[in-house]
């Protein structure tokens, strides 16, 4: 009894953070038991000594009384409650614990708690007494669990708080088969992360520290030679090992940005230490992620039940702990299972032997004159299957209500009692007990390694492994099946449908893949299926959401890069459309084939690319370029849909595509050539004219003649050539110059006209002007004109000069 000993002084230290009235563990037969309204004064123990008492012991009962009410409390009293009868049966037991001190008979001594009349004041209390004071004794040769509490009165002789433990008395010559009991040490979390690279919080930091949750458990298991099976999620070890390895990145829900931590200290130190603590246990694993395997098989997808099986994902716990997993256990979130889900566990778990971990509760006790055990049989569609049944009430004592250091002793109170009591009901029997606590299971610091302790050091008590336990005879059980009232905490329709949509864009996604696949949504997927999302289906839809937006920012990182107006023109009646297909994913090769459709295939008709064309294979970081055969029936505006395929798969599509806009115009390759040489001629006949003008100016200039605005003394136009006289009233330009209209000649040289082309020499005046004026269309300053005139649609030649004394454009006509 040497770590009994060391558990109670320990538990005396422990701090009071916890107010109840009494136990928090009442079942449904039982409800009608509870307090109806929170009471008034809060009632935590702190110290219950000796855990075995015999007819000489001194028992102690230490604890804390508040005041929770809002209003003064005077003239209260404490006293003691307890039986001077054993317990005859874990029903009693059970009754005992769920109601209130007043079932218990008799009265021992009482205190005054003067201290607490203000509201939330508190006062500390202490009861001593002994076995003989309360008359106390041994049932005979077993042991006798003795119900003892306390009770808080007000002034008017009320209760108004009050709690029951039990005090567990031990023969001095006892004769009966200790029971043996066996632990599943739980080592499974809720989930952490979204896709592989982002965690969505750090609470793994905190929990994996010493006196964490996960910390606590791995370190109590390692300080106490108490056999447990380990039972394992791949997941959790999965999380720890990202975190060791190197930098990792925490994105809250709802954040804008990352935080990026450095490599994990605390999380490689819970690995080592994890990896010695089991080096000696046998262990076995859940499927990865704990899915909820109930759900999905009523949803009929059983195939994520064997990827959370395969040996890619669960053999993440080998990688981590150094060796394969050698215990083979189907443990249903629970404990329970139907059919369905049974034969599923069976397929994949159980294939080559091993054992189902259930429920007591999913089972019938066996025939009269039985007592249960832990093994049993169940039949499956698969055959016949061992079963071991884990204790329901000591799973419910052992897991709800520890989290503080007072529920914690209450806790090792009651475990003591309810096991001495299953050695008491039948002591002739050997009794088998096997324990699960919850897998989320947070108990107060100390309390598992002193329920391991006990579970050696208790006299009543013997542990095994749970491979000697799967060894005992089965005991004929009948199973109930699965509760119809339990498919409601079952993940909901919406949520798993909304998980496949997403595993249907990642199956897209892998599928044109190359290569070493990188990018895996596998894992990810299996941690929304989680078990564990029952409770919490907010963050859940959360998980679910960033998850969908991370895949869909991966898919478009492969995509057909088009220009922000997304038009592309063609100018003539064919041509090729160009398309540019990039990939800008980091790490993963990606192979698509590139597909375009018209949308009105009569207006715009588009060629087939080469088949090996059309299969785009790209590198990280790569971009390729396509161009598509197109011939147009006509000018407008033509929609094109430019879609990559998954090759091989018979038309799927993969990501959105782009719609763009072909414009299409008449002109083609002959037109734009006419085109432009029509602009060449154009500038070469400006060219010309220009040059001719200089060559005028230069000539009038160096006074080498008229040119062409005749005389400046006389202002007479000239024809705008050197040497020739300008043709007076009445007289022809053509009949003068030989060139002119009408007499076609031979063509001037040095004016690059050709043969038969007429030069006429200006506007032909109706008269001779007048001495001194200025002759029609010249300026009375004698501003030279250009001396070119053109062709009228009437085949005549036009002049063009200014006029002085009106300000004006004058134009005259050959013949006028």
Known sequence: ??????????????????????????????????????????????????????????????????????????????????????????????????????????????????????????????????????????PGVTPGVYPVGVEVLNSAQQVVGGLTTFVTYMPEKPRFKPVAISWVWPLIDRMHRTNDRTFFDDRLTEDMAPGGRLGSLVEAAAATGTPVTWGIDPALLDDAQRMASGEYTVNPFGAKKGTRKEKSKVAATWLASLKEAVKDDPYFAVPYGDPDVVALVRHKTPRDIGVAFDDRNTGVATKVLGRAANAHVAWPPYGAAGPGTLEQLAKHELKDGGTFLMSSSQFQNPPPGSLPNATTTIQTRVGKKNALLYDAKLNQIVSEGSGSAAGALMTEQRFLAETAMIAAEAPNLQRTVVVAPDRYWDPAPGLAENLLDYSADADWLRELPLSKIESAEPQPRVFNGYPDAYERYELGDAHLEQVRAIARRAATFQSVMTGQVNISYERALLRLESVAWRLSHGHAKRARNELADQLEADMNQVRIVTTKNKRVLMGGSSGKLPVLVENTLSNQSVKVRLVATSENTAKLQLGQLDPEEAVIELRPGERAQRWIPA??????????????????????????????????????????????????VLFVGVGVRAIRARRRRNSEAAGDGPTGTGPAGTAEQGNGFPGTAFAGPGVSASAEFPGAPGAPGPGLPGTGRPPGTGISPGPAATGAPAPGTAAPGVSGAAEPGDGISEPAADGSSAGRGKHAAGNGERRGRDGD
Not at 33 to 45: D, F, S, T
Not at 104 to 124: D, E, F, S, T, V
Not at 653 to 666: A, C, H, L
């Open 631 to 680: 011939q147009a029936a006509g000018n407008g505006n033509f929609r094109v849909q430019l879609e990559l395929m998954i090759p091989g798969s018979g038309g799927r599509t993969f990501g959105g595509g782009e719609t763009i806009t072909v414009v299409t115009t008449g002109y083609g390759r002959i037109a734009l050539l006419i085109t432009g040489g029509g602009l060449a």
């Open 1 to 138: 009894m040497r770590r009994i000993k060391r558990a109670v002084a320990l538990a005396a230290l422990l701090p009071c953070i916890a107010w109840a009235a009494p136990p928090v563990l009442v079942p449904p037969a039982a409800a009608d038991a509870r307090v109806e309204k929170r009471a008034q004064v809060g009632i935590a123990l702190t110290k219950v000594g000796p855990k075995t008492v015999n007819a000489n012991s001194k028992i102690q009962i230490s604890g804390v009384a508040k005041n929770r009410s809002d209003q003064r409390l005077d003239g209260l009293t404490m006293r003691l409650r307890y039986s001077a009868q054993p317990v005859v049966s874990r029903s009693q037991l059970d009754q005992y614990a769920s109601g209130r001190p007043q079932l218990m008979p008799n009265i021992g001594p009482q205190q005054r708690l003067a201290n607490i009349a203000a509201p939330g004041a508190k006062q500390n209390w202490t009861f001593k007494t002994s076995t003989k004071a309360l008359q106390l004794r041994a």
